[in-house]
């Protein structure tokens, strides 16, 4: 998806932004940033895009984006005819050398460095460190001057030491976005998030182009690194993990309201994405907690 370049902060600005957004949704457009990110979710559930990864996300999802990654939330169809709907998220943004180049050169700092060249792709942050930063994060948002930078490296050096961190993005994943035509996939974007359940045809998403299917085709593959249809089956099967653990449905509801007409091919695209049968997910999911199956999806699936 072509991102659009977002200058986040604009002059003059503290090194360390911090910013509590409240919305009825989430609704930024794909875009990057030379900013380092930290992204709490607070309160909503939707999808997650970071590089060529896909993932539905909820309250206390927790990622670490290193620098020019496109990125953004979206949230999916329910949450938005939900009038009384909140999506709440706390993101701390800050440059990489915000003490200076020299700080990542002293010997003690080279895990922290070591964890931003790890960055790069995204990293998505699970378990007790999840739960540890997140409160460092709450923290963070009431402190100003060295109290704040000193929290933010008590952060990155938590971070440095954890095994509890999963990157997003495909090794293969290439960033080459500019900030032009950013609106054109965006509108794709939009019109797959907005019918899950419905069908999507090539036609139609090709219409909203401008381009003929078979240049769309090209197109897609050639920005996100993974043929339309793979992408639209990733966004459904994530909606469809998110039904299958919070709501009564029955699997083959969830395949209908997942936008499958056909159980089969339900569980054929289930299993390709997330290696097991909406039934094992499921009864692991209820066993194991919020983290136990999740896994990425990427464009090397």
């Excluded at 002059?11 to 919305?23: C, D, E, F, M, Q």
């Excluded at 999916?76 to 943004?93: G, I, Q, R, W, Y």
Aim: glycine share 6%; hydrophobic share 40%; net charge positive.
């Amino acid at each position: 998806m072509l991102p659009q370049f977002y200058k986040v902060l604009p002059p003059p600005a503290s090194t360390i932004n911090v910013v509590l957004n409240k919305r009825h949704h989430f609704g930024n457009p794909f875009h990057f940033h030379p900013e380092l990110e930290i992204s709490l979710i607070l309160k909503s559930t939707g999808f997650r895009f970071v590089g060529d990864s896909v993932e539905a996300f909820e309250a206390g999802d927790l990622v670490f984006i290193g620098p020019n990654i496109p990125h953004c939330w979206r949230n999916d169809n329910t949450c938005l005819a939900d009038p009384l709907h909140e999506a709440h998220m706390l993101t701390v943004h800050f440059p990489r050398e915000f003490l200076g180049a020299s700080l990542y050169q002293l010997p003690e700092c080279e895990p922290i460095n070591a964890f931003l060249e790890k960055a790069r792709m995204g990293i998505k942050i699970t378990g007790r460190t999840q739960q540890d930063i997140a409160a460092l994060l709450l923290a963070l948002q009431d402190q100003d001057g060295i109290r704040r930078i000193i929290t933010l490296l008590t952060i990155l050096e938590h971070l440095s030491r954890s095994t509890e961190t999963a990157p997003l993005a495909s090794p293969g994943f290439v960033q080459s976005y500019t900030d032009s035509g950013a609106e054109r996939i965006n509108r794709v974007y939009l019109h797959v998030m907005n019918n899950i359940s419905s069908p999507v045809t090539l036609r139609e998403v090709a219409a909203l182009t401008n381009l003929s299917e078979t240049a769309f085709c090209r197109y897609f593959k050639a920005k996100t690194g993974k043929p339309f249809f793979r992408f639209l089956n990733e966004v459904r099967i994530g909606y469809a993990c998110k039904l299958l653990i919070k709501s009564p449905q029955s699997i083959t509801q969830v395949a209908y309201e997942s936008g499958y007409n056909n159980l089969a091919n339900f569980i054929i695209q289930f299993k390709r994405i997330m290696h097991q049968t909406p039934r094992q997910y499921q009864s692991k999911f209820r066993s194991s907690g919020p983290y136990g199956p999740t896994r990425q999806t990427t464009g090397q699936e």
